[in-house]
């Protein structure tokens, strides 16, 4: 997966920022299976230009989500761009609204999970 977000936020200090043009190459590649956590989901439900453009470049390509929280009209937006899953569920009801909507639930065990 080609990552999406490059720096995580604009308060991050990544040392490199990965734009559209950038991911297009990377994409084309063989490995490159689609778009890697989409983690700037008020970029995608605002409409964000150069997010929206890192989606498009994505083709028929997999995007992966990752949108805590998200749900109502915002949620219907983020998956009208075509993406497909999250990560990121905390309660059993943001899960079920996801599903509804069609994404895929993955459910990971993070070490908060064992507080």
Same mark, same amino acid.
């Given at each position: 997966?080609?990552?999406?977000?490059?720096?995580?936020?604009?308060? *991050?200090?990544?040392?490199?920022?990965?734009?559209?043009?950038?991911?297009?190459?990377?994409?084309?590649?063989?490995?490159? #299976?689609?778009?890697? *956590?989409?983690?700037?989901?008020?970029?995608? #439900?605002?409409?964000?230009? *150069?997010?929206?453009?890192?989606? /498009?470049?994505?083709? *028929?390509?997999?995007?992966?989500?990752?949108?805590?929280?998200?749900?109502?009209?915002?949620?219907?937006?983020?998956?009208?761009?075509?993406?497909?899953? +999250?990560?990121?569920?905390?309660?059993?009801?943001?899960?079920? /609204?996801?599903?509804? +909507?069609?994404?895929? #639930?993955? #459910?990971? /065990?993070?070490?908060?999970?064992?507080?």
């Amino acid at each position: 997966m080609v990552p999406s977000c490059v720096p995580a936020t604009s308060l *991050e200090t990544s040392g490199a920022i990965l734009k559209a043009a950038d991911i297009k190459t990377l994409l084309k590649e063989p490995w490159a #299976i689609g778009l890697a *956590e989409m983690m700037n989901f008020p970029g995608v #439900i605002q409409r964000n230009p *150069e997010v929206l453009k890192k989606i /498009e470049m994505a083709g *028929e390509k997999r995007i992966d989500g990752h949108a805590p929280f998200l749900s109502g009209k915002g949620l219907h937006a983020y998956c009208v761009a075509r993406i497909r899953s +999250d990560h990121e569920c905390t309660t059993a009801a943001e899960a079920k /609204e996801k599903l509804k +909507d069609g994404m895929w #639930i993955m #459910i990971r /065990e993070g070490t908060a999970a064992r507080i």
